[in-house]
């Protein structure tokens, strides 16, 4: 099945074709400052100490500053030798040195690569020898610590930019971020004729980003984005999202991924936007309650978090009657948003019951949220289990569950305001094509396709077949009104022993809907039934521990205590009630550690790495197939 490319969605396509034509990046982020000027663009915290928790304060630059500044970086990078083409890599967390550093190296005329924060020295030694940057810029010590190796063996970079990090003496090739920028100002003065030159020597085709992919398996891909591909996601976005008032963002994902890019640095720079940054995601809910943010983007795990935290506050009620009002507001909430999906309108009886809740209980707890000024509310990355996308339409909250990777720019489907269903990820965006393939691979094709990979060929050509089409890699299911379902990774289905094809990620999200558990994972290839691996949520189990009258355990300790084993084999029962018999989860263990980033079993936006778990705890699966 695809959803076919109707007129409608053609003339939308060639009348954004038309509006980029020519365009590039830096005249887009012109254009913006010039009707910008003053407005704040990007604000962090830099500055502040948040070391006893979540403070107010911002440090801010202006749409001119920040286009200012650029251009001193960019005026730095030419006189360091950066030629057109040439590739940047930055590595540093969400902080307004990040974004300028990439705007500079986006008007030197070069190609910026965000790394994530996360990669080992042996990953930046790859990416480092095989994207061959000619400057590097670096946030802290720990960020340069991961680039020493690279530097040492690197014949390409020529300037290496330190933010905050203390330069090693006897190697020329480093530089203060400060001293940097006043260079590229002073060379600035003189050179301005031949900055311009570089910036409209720009084409639309030419390449604007490599984002090198997180690597769950094997090497990372270097993903080459071109400036009217971005162009198009960005406009063709917010066609869809269709936003009413003056964004007001939270940036706290990596730089490196693309939805992040797209929405905290790609579109402000074409619409218009003040958007904060949060250099660790651990102070993201303070930051919600402080900004209010308009549009909110959050992956699964930030959404299960939240409601976590919520459903807790919500339990702790004793009053009967209160509770009672509060399941009620909830109930009413969930059957607005229901009655809003696509084809559907409330009833003036539900809008009146709606419009009472709303004013009183349902807007209060947004507002605990933050979330009370948003209109667009989204998430991707992984799907969105459906209880918590039904949890916040309780709240009154349609999350926009949309789709795509970074090979496609961002999104090739997404739900919006006229265009929304719960439990899919929504149609395809105006003048892109998608369609499922003849084992249900999710294909698509049009404007905001990559280039392919960085001198890998033949990845290429495995990732877009002759037909211009991409072969994402996910199984997906399709209804008649061409809305998208995304079922799980290809290689990612389980097939049992008795050639049962199971999705893990279904198993593991209804798993996950206990508030002890932080992650699972499911396992049964080539195997007789299925088993899951489980950890705690580490802040939400200790308080249960606290209540069961378990004081100060760890989570190891937790993890072997008889009321929380309890707990976590309530979870399985819970999820094999709704499961078939060959689905159902028939042994599990609890383990004594928590899965992150930094230990490996998480990518840097918390999707499981399977295969750094089949073997980190094969023992563990070994085990409950023995037993």
Not at 78 to 85: D, L, M, T, W
Not at 258 to 279: D, F, N, S
Not at 394 to 419: H, N, S
Not at 453 to 458: A, G, L, P, R, W
Request: aromatic share 6%; proline share 5%.
């Amino acid at each position: 099945m695809s959803t076919e490319v109707d007129p409608g969605a053609m003339e939308t396509r060639t009348r954004i074709q038309e509006e980029i034509a020519g365009l590039t990046l830096p005249k887009a982020f012109a254009r913006t400052v010039e009707t910008e000027g003053d407005a704040p663009a990007w604000s962090d915290k830099v500055g502040v100490d948040l070391s006893a928790g979540y403070a107010p304060g911002w440090r801010t630059v202006s749409w001119r500053e920040a286009r200012d500044q650029a251009l001193d970086v960019a005026g730095a990078m030419i006189r360091a030798g950066v030629a057109k083409g040439d590739r940047v890599a930055i590595m540093g967390g969400n902080r307004i040195e990040h974004v300028v550093a990439d705007l500079g190296a986006m008007h030197a005329g070069a190609v910026s690569m965000s790394v994530y924060n996360t990669l080992s020295p042996e990953q930046v030694g790859y990416v480092a020898g095989h994207a061959e940057p000619a400057v590097v810029v670096l946030e802290n010590d720990d960020h340069l610590a991961r680039w020493q190796r690279a530097l040492d063996e690197s014949t390409s970079i020529t300037a290496v930019v330190l933010v905050d990090a203390t330069a090693p003496a006897g190697d020329d090739r480093f530089v203060s971020w400060d001293d940097f920028r006043a260079a590229g100002r002073a060379w600035r003065a003189e050179h301005e004729s031949e900055l311009q030159e570089r910036i409209d020597a720009i084409a639309p085709h030419d390449p604007l980003t490599i984002l090198y992919t997180s690597g769950t398996t094997g090497n990372p891909k270097g993903v080459v984005l071109a400036h009217d591909a971005v162009l198009y996601e960005c406009i063709c976005s917010l066609h869809v999202a269709a936003p009413e008032q003056h964004n007001e963002f939270i940036s706290y994902l990596p730089f490196a991924h693309i939805a992040e890019r797209t929405l905290g640095m790609y579109i402000p720079q074409i619409h218009g936007a003040h958007v904060h940054l949060i250099a660790d995601p651990a102070h993201l809910l303070g930051a919600l309650g402080e900004v209010r943010p308009t549009r909110f983007f959050g992956v699964p795990r930030v959404w299960e978090k939240i409601k976590t935290g919520v459903s807790a506050k919500l339990a702790a009620e004793t009053d009967p009657e209160k509770k009672a009002q509060v399941e009620q507001a909830l109930a009413v909430g969930l059957a607005y948003v229901e009655a809003q999906q696509y084809g559907g309108t409330p009833s003036p009886a539900l809008q009146a019951q709606y419009e009472a809740v709303d004013q009183g209980l349902l807007g209060f707890l947004r507002a605990l949220l933050g979330l009370d000024r948003c209109e667009w509310a989204a998430s991707a990355a992984a799907p969105m289990p459906l209880e918590v996308a039904r949890f916040f339409a309780g709240l009154g909250m349609r999350i926009y569950d949309v789709y795509g990777m970074t090979e496609t720019c961002a999104a090739v489907t997404a739900c919006g305001p006229g265009q929304f269903r719960l439990g899919t990820v929504g149609r395809a965006l105006p003048g892109i094509e998608v369609r499922l393939g003849d084992d249900g691979e999710i294909l698509a094709r049009g404007p905001v396709v990559s280039q392919g990979y960085y001198k890998q060929e033949d990845a290429t050509r495995q990732l877009i077949d002759d037909e211009g089409w991409v072969h994402t890699g996910d199984i997906g299911e399709m209804d008649d009104d061409g809305f998208l379902k995304v079922v799980d990774r290809k290689k990612e289905m389980i097939i049992t022993s008795s050639g049962k094809n199971i999705a893990p990620s279904n198993i593991e999200n209804y798993l996950k809907e206990s508030p002890i558990v932080g992650h699972a994972l499911v396992f049964g290839e080539s195997r007789p039934y299925v088993v899951a691996v489980m950890t705690l949520d580490a802040e939400i189990a200790p308080l249960v521990g606290q209540k069961l009258g378990i004081e100060g355990a760890d989570l190891a300790e937790l993890a072997q205590h008889p009321a929380i084993l309890q707990m976590a084999q309530q979870a399985v029962d819970a999820a094999n009630e709704r499961l078939s018999r060959p689905e159902q989860v028939k042994a599990w263990e609890l383990l004594p550690v928590e899965w992150t980033a930094e230990s490996e079993e998480l990518t840097p936006t918390l999707k499981l790495k399977r295969r750094v778990v089949h073997t980190k705890y094969a023992d563990v699966l070994d085990r409950l197939y023995a037993g």
